[in-house]
Structures are given as structure tokens and as C-alpha cells.
């Protein structure tokens, strides 16, 4: 049987989410912006897949 986030987990994760997101976008190219959203991408990916 599967397990989901409660409630807290889920906005925990949402908080290091927009805090990777903020950081990403402080980046000084838009090649480094592309490159932290294209990692980030694959990170949750990941994620979702457990």
C-alpha cells in the first residue's frame, strides 16, 4: 500500500520548490537559467517516478 505526503510534507516540498525555482532565476545567463530549469526538470521527474 502506498503512501502520500501529508499535508505538511507537501508544503515543505512546495516551499524548497520555489526556493530552487527564486534561485535558479538569480542565475546571470540565460544559459545557466536553461541549465538549473532543465536539472530541475529531471530532479522531478525522478521524483515523481519514487
Known amino acids: ?8 510534507q ?3 516540498y512546495l516551499r524548497l520548490l520555489i526556493s ?3 534561485s535558479i532565476g538569480s542565475q546571470e ?3 545557466q537559467i536553461q541549465a538549473g530549469l532543465l536539472k ?3 530532479e522531478l ?5 519514487g
Open 45 to 49: 521527474e525522478e521524483d515523481l517516478r
Open 29 to 31: 545567463t540565460p544559459e
Open 1 to 8: 500500500m502506498e503512501e502520500g505526503m501529508t499535508d505538511l
Open 20 to 22: 530552487r525555482l527564486e
Open 10 to 12: 507537501f508544503r515543505a
Open 40 to 42: 530541475l526538470k529531471k
